[in-house]
């Protein structure tokens, strides 16, 4: 059983550059999410989806964007690339969420990402 | 809006001292969960424990045990007797009515032997 798998493990871009992140999970989840990891800077949300088709924007969304066509993938698109974006990404998916009811979300492994 | 404070940024104790992090929180809603999740240096993101709003016992799991507190917001977390492997980040994440998990800044924990 895979889990979260996330690709690349690292990257390297130029300014301006574009990329997408991939994620996948092959538990069935509908939750999923997307966050970043700058150093000393906790875990911010990028932008999530609560099911195939849906997707809604988390707390620092600027500069990103994501698609949900399945219940198994969910990539992050970075487009013009810039220093700021530099971090480590982390996709993390959960089988519920919200305040009815909610489990642990499954992390993948992150991507290290630089940006010069 | 919701949020996640731990004021602590990095805390150094040496093994076997118990160490408590401090988590307080933020948000409108009456029903919520509360998270902590492990980040060791090897940088996966490990779950530790889920708390619900309506659910204010304490919980204890082997040397980690948890203290939730609605009146003053927080969900503190305490080591005892504290190991060299504890050394992590550790995180506090709040999710609320709207599918968002937001988390704190985490505190670095050193545990030195």
């Known amino acids: 059983n895979a889990g979260v798998t996330q690709t690349p493990k690292f990257r390297i871009l130029k300014i301006g550059q574009s990329m997408t992140l991939q994620c996948a999970q092959d538990m069935n989840h509908n939750y999923m999410y997307w966050y970043r990891q700058d150093p000393g800077m906790g875990l911010k949300l990028i932008y999530y989806?609560?099911?195939?088709?849906?997707?809604d924007k988390g707390e620092v969304p600027n500069g990103y964007n994501v698609s949900r066509s399945t219940t198994e993938d969910f990539p992050l698109r970075l487009e013009l690339a810039a220093p700021s974006q530099t971090s480590v990404y982390f996709c993390a998916s959960s089988y519920a969420a919200g305040s009815s009811y909610n489990s642990p979300l499954h992390f993948g492994n992150g991507t290290r990402l630089t940006v010069t | 809006a919701q949020k996640v404070t731990q004021a602590q940024t990095e805390i150094s104790v040496v093994e076997k001292e118990d160490v408590t992090l401090d988590c307080v929180y933020e948000t409108r809603d009456t029903t919520y969960y509360l998270f902590w999740y492990k980040q060791p240096p090897s940088g996966e993101l490990v779950f530790l424990i889920r708390r619900n709003s309506f659910d204010e016992q304490n919980e204890i799991s082997g040397r980690y045990s948890w203290n939730f507190q609605k009146s003053t917001s927080s969900f503190n977390f305490t080591i005892t007797a504290s190991q060299v492997v504890d050394s992590a980040v550790y995180f506090c994440?709040?999710?609320?009515?709207?599918?968002?998990?937001?988390f704190g800044k985490g505190t670095r924990l050193h545990i030195l032997p």
């Open positions: 989806s609560v099911g195939a088709g849906i997707t």
């Open positions: 994440a709040l999710s609320g009515w709207d599918d968002k998990i937001i």
